[in-house]
Structures are given as C-alpha cells and as structure tokens.
Nanobody, 124 residues
Framework: QVQLVESGGGMVQAGGSLRLSCAAS????????MAWYHQAPGKQRELVAS???????NYADPVKGRFTISRDNVKNAVYLQMNSLKPEDTAIYYC??????????????????WGQGTQVTVSS
C-alpha cells in the first residue's frame, strides 16, 4: 500500500517562511509528477506548484518568485519552500503524486495519490 505523509505546516507571521515535506512509501516502482495543492476555507483545491520526475517545474501565478518546489527521487520525496508568506497563503496544503506501482512481473499501473494535508496559517 502506498502512502504520502506530509510535515512542516504551522503558523507563521506574514513575511515569514515555512518548508513543507512529503514522503511517499510503500510498493513504489517509480514516481512521475509530484505537486502541492492548497485549499482555503470555502474554496476549491488549487494547484500551487508541480514538478516532473526530471525536475521541470510549474507554479501558480500568486506564488511565483516566493515558493520553490523540489524533489528527491531517491527518497521519493517532494518539498515546498515557502518564503515571503502572505495571509492569503493560509490554507490546507496537500501533497499529490502520480505513483507507478508494479502489478505483475511485466506490468505496472499509475495511480493518483494524496497526502492527508497540513495546515499553513499566516497571520498579518
């Protein structure tokens, strides 16, 4: 069974920094795209940043220049360094990964996995 476990959320004042971590474990063959989403109260879950296995990154406009996504393919982990945090960054942050698992001697399957979420609160 595959799990994504997040850590690093918390409360910080505006202008501060936080670093989120997410590690995948279980029967993993490899991991394709990894990403961070966030969901503020009363709003839909939105993409914050994504990173391909080869390190190609993509950011939502509101976080460009402030957040940095990175990954460690050996540790099956993804990180989100968040700097210059603003109150509007307050949300639950979710890790997401496209994980390939082995289903047979010569077969694999790609499934979409989510972490449990970690709260980030930025006070003004």
């Amino acid at each position: 069974q595959v799990q994504l476990v997040e850590s690093g959320g918390g409360m910080v004042q505006a202008g501060g920094s936080l670093r989120l971590s997410c590690a995948a474990s279980g029967n993993i063959f490899n991991i394709k795209d990894m990403a961070w989403y966030h969901q503020a109260p009363g709003k839909q879950r939105e993409l914050v940043a994504s990173i391909s296995r080869l390190g190609v990154t993509n950011y939502a406009d509101p976080v460009k220049g402030r957040f940095t996504i990175s990954r460690d393919n050996v540790k099956n982990a993804v990180y989100l360094q968040m700097n210059s945090l603003k109150p509007e960054d307050t949300a639950i942050y979710y890790c997401n990964a496209q994980i390939v698992i082995r289903t047979g001697a010569f077969s694999t399957r790609t499934d979409n996995y989510w972490g449990q979420g970690t709260q980030v609160t930025v006070s003004s």
